[in-house]
């Protein structure tokens, strides 16, 4: 059926956004989802979609990546009821979108526990497998914002820089010791799920804002093809090279390019209170 077949994979955030659509695209080619989502509600909607689109039943569990010790717990269930793990896509996130002064303890705290410590809490229950077999894949959905700083995402950049920097490490320590392990890490510029709903950009033909479906057909492909770097669109490229310059020419081709008033208008997909919140 495809490259997925068989394959067992697991995704965190799965109940709506690029989780959801990687899920259906992946087990469209026969792989076996097991399907994370903190919303009880949304994984019931996925797992019946999962169904329809392959004919067969998946795995969902509602479960909090940021918790450590729920991780431990879904990641034993996972192990008794679906056995090995050949992927692991680690997507869930949130977005706060406001200005670092504005932000709660609390905010910044959730923020860092989802988009990055939820990455250590998962990898470690899965990883010792794979390099015991030598064989897997761990995917880390990080962001363009985890390339370069951008206005009113403090606690997001800042987790999405993290997020980058734990996949160059574990992909350094895995050629060491388990090159059949593979990672893959993917930084988007915002994509239009709803999670960065408002955001604005000053030039759509250099900077477009990535459609849903066709940012989670190129994440697929990266993740088919084992690729270790996945970056959209091709200009985000560019950040590496920017970095070479003076800090003011730095900032000026940033503020140029709109990137530090594109989170003005920021709405987001809003949660419990009122609050956004996001999946990726």
């Not at 998962?122 to 985890?146: E, K």
């Not at 999670?195 to 990535?210: D, E, N, Q």
Request: charged fraction near 20%.
């Amino acid at each position: 059926m495809g490259y997925f077949s068989g394959k067992r994979i697991l995704i965190t955030g799965a109940g709506s956004g690029l989780g959801r659509r990687m899920a259906l695209g992946m087990a469209r080619e026969g792989g076996f989802i097991i399907a994370w989502d903190i919303d009880a509600h949304a994984l019931e909607k996925i797992l019946a979609e999962l169904k329809l689109a392959s004919g067969r039943d998946h795995l969902g569990m509602a479960c909090d990546v940021s918790d450590s010790q729920a991780v431990g717990q879904a990641a034993e269930t996972v192990k008794t009821e679906a056995g090995r793990l050949d992927i692991l896509i680690n997507n869930a996130g949130l977005v706060t979108g406001k200005r670092f002064l504005e932000c709660s303890n609390e905010e910044i705290e959730r923020t860092m526990a989802v988009n990055t410590l939820a990455l250590f809490w998962t990898t470690r229950a899965f990883l010792p497998d794979m390099i015991a077999r030598n064989a897997g894949h761990v995917v880390t959905v990080a962001s363009a914002g985890g390339l370069i700083g951008t206005a009113r995402l403090a606690d997001y950049c800042a987790s999405k820089f993290a997020a980058v920097g734990f996949d160059e490490s574990i992909r350094a320590e895995l050629k060491q010791s388990a090159p059949g392990v593979k990672t893959t890490v993917i930084c988007p510029f915002y994509i239009n799920t709803g999670m960065f709903a408002g955001v604005k950009t000053r030039f759509p033909w250099l900077l477009p804002i990535l459609d849903e479906r066709y940012a989670a057909d190129r994440m697929i492909s990266a993740v088919r093809h084992r690729r270790p770097r996945l970056i959209m669109p091709p200009l985000v490229y560019t950040v590496p090279l920017l970095r070479l310059m003076p800090v003011a020419v730095f900032d000026w081709v940033a503020n140029f390019l709109g990137v530090n008033v594109s989170m003005q208008d920021f709405s987001g997909r809003k949660g419990k209170g009122g609050q956004p919140h996001g999946r990726q």
